[in-house]
C-alpha cells in the first residue's frame, strides 16, 4: 500500500529579494491651539511630539528593538524624528531622511486649521470625509501627485533594501496611502491609524503584500483611544 502523504498549510515567508517595511505613525504631537499656530516647514505644520508622544516613542522602541531592522527612515518633519529617536539610539542606526514620506500637504488648512476645522464639522471637512479626498481642500495636494509621491518613496526604500526589514517613520496620511495602494483600492479605508501604532508591508516588485495594519498591542490601554484624522 503507498504512503498517504501529508500537506500541511505553509507559513508565509518573505519573498526573495523582497523589503519588509514596519510603517510606524508619529506618536501623539501637541495639540493645535487658536493662538499659537504651528510652526511651518516648506508649508507644512512641524508641531513637536506631546509628552504622551515621547512616552509612546519609547514604547515603540521596547516593540521594534528586537526585529532585525536594517535602517530606520524618517520625513523631513520633527514629529516622526522624535518618534524614531528611541528606537534608533537602542539599535544604534542614524535614521535617513525621506522627504516623500512627509504627511499630505493641506494647503489652507496647514498650521493646525485642519484640526480646527475637522472638530468643528466643517462643510469642507464633511465633503473631504464624503468624498475620501484630501485635496477637496483649498490649496492641498493633488490626489495624484500626493499618490505618486508615496509610491515613489517606498519604492525607492524597497529598492535600497532587499532581504531587509525597516522601520518607516512617517504619518496617518501616508501610511494610509500605502496601504490602500498595497490593496489596489482609493479614498481613506486605511486613514486614522493610531499615533504609534505599527503597520507593516511586504514589498516584492511591483506586488504590494499587507501583513499587518494598526497594531497597538505595545502601547496599552492608557494609550489607544478612537481612531483620529492625520496629521
Not at 480646527?116 to 470625509?129: K, L, N, S, Y
Not at 479605508?189 to 514589498?203: K, L, M, P
Request: aromatic residues 6%; contains cysteine.
Amino acid at each position: 500500500m503507498s504512503q498517504v502523504r501529508e500537506y500541511r498549510q505553509s507559513r508565509f515567508s518573505r519573498p526573495a529579494g523582497a523589503c519588509e517595511l514596519l510603517l510606524v505613525r508619529h506618536g501623539e504631537s501637541a495639540p493645535a491651539r487658536d493662538d499659537q499656530p504651528f510652526p511651518l516647514v516648506d508649508g507644512h505644520g512641524d508641531p513637536d511630539l506631546a509628552p504622551s508622544g515621547h512616552e509612546q516613542a519609547r514604547r515603540v522602541a521596547d516593540r521594534l528593538v528586537h526585529e532585525h531592522i536594517s535602517a530606520i527612515y524618517v520625513s523631513t518633519l520633527r514629529r516622526t524624528v522624535q518618534t524614531a529617536a528611541p528606537l534608533a539610539s537602542r539599535l544604534g542606526i542614524e535614521p535617513r531622511v525621506e522627504p516623500d514620506l512627509r504627511e499630505v500637504f493641506l494647503g489652507e488648512w496647514e498650521g493646525g486649521t485642519f484640526r480646527r476645522h475637522v472638530a468643528e464639522g466643517h462643510p469642507i471637512a464633511q465633503r473631504m470625509f464624503a468624498e475620501q479626498r484630501w485635496d477637496v481642500i483649498p490649496g492641498a495636494e493633488p490626489a495624484g501627485s500626493f499618490t505618486a509621491r508615496v509610491r515613489a518613496a517606498v519604492t525607492r526604500i524597497a529598492t535600497a533594501h532587499p532581504d531587509q526589514a525597516v522601520a518607516v517613520v512617517s504619518h496617518g496620511g501616508v501610511i494610509g496611502q500605502i496601504l490602500a495602494e498595497a490593496a489596489g483600492i482609493r479614498g481613506f479605508t486605511f486613514t486614522g491609524s493610531d499615533n504609534a501604532a505599527i503597520s507593516h508591508i511586504v514589498v516584492s516588485g511591483d506586488r504590494w503584500i499587507i501583513r499587518r495594519y494598526n497594531d497597538t498591542a505595545h502601547l496599552g490601554l492608557s494609550f489607544t483611544t478612537a481612531p483620529e484624522p492625520p496629521t
